[in-house]
């Protein structure tokens, strides 16, 4: 896995590095099957201070661009404390990425079946073109 981190208007500290580095590892879970298989994944995360003159409010803004494969996972936050925007990309991705890998597997699932049922002669209908 590649990670990419990148700061704007403000200094990457280390603990803001290991900080971001410990969440994105944290999808490695998701990841490793993938990487296993001989895909590539790259990590781009930024983390920014979203202007200097900001006093309140939402100030840090972060964002995660993950490539599995050539399928593009994105989320961006803006919060008021930095890691609190850093731990709301990492849940929407993997939310993201768990809901994608769930529809993969929900999809092969239902065309098998589909099959199946062909061949024990229950339905005439042809999984391949959906047509009787």
């Known amino acids: 896995m590649l ?3 990148k700061s704007t208007n403000m200094e990457l500290t280390p603990a803001i590095h290991d900080y971001v580095i410990k969440r994105v590892t944290n999808l490695e879970k998701l ?6 298989k001989g895909g590539e994944v790259n990590v781009n995360f930024e983390v920014a201070k979203s202007t200097n003159h900001h006093k309140s409010g939402e ?3 972060a964002d995660c661009l993950i490539n599995i494969r050539g399928e593009k996972f994105y989320s961006s936050a803006d919060e008021e404390d930095m890691y609190a925007a850093i731990d709301r990309v990492k849940e929407n991705l993997f939310r993201e990425i768990s809901k994608n890998k769930d529809r993969k597997q929900t999809l092969f699932r239902r065309g098998a079946q589909s099959v199946k049922k062909m061949l024990k002669g229950l339905s005439k209908r042809n999984p ?3 047509k009787y």
């Not at 990841?31 to 296993?36: G, T």
């Open 128 to 130: 391949f073109t959906s």
């Open 59 to 61: 100030v840090f803004h």
């Open 31 to 36: 990841l490793s099957k993938i990487e296993e």
């Open 3 to 5: 990670i990419n981190l």
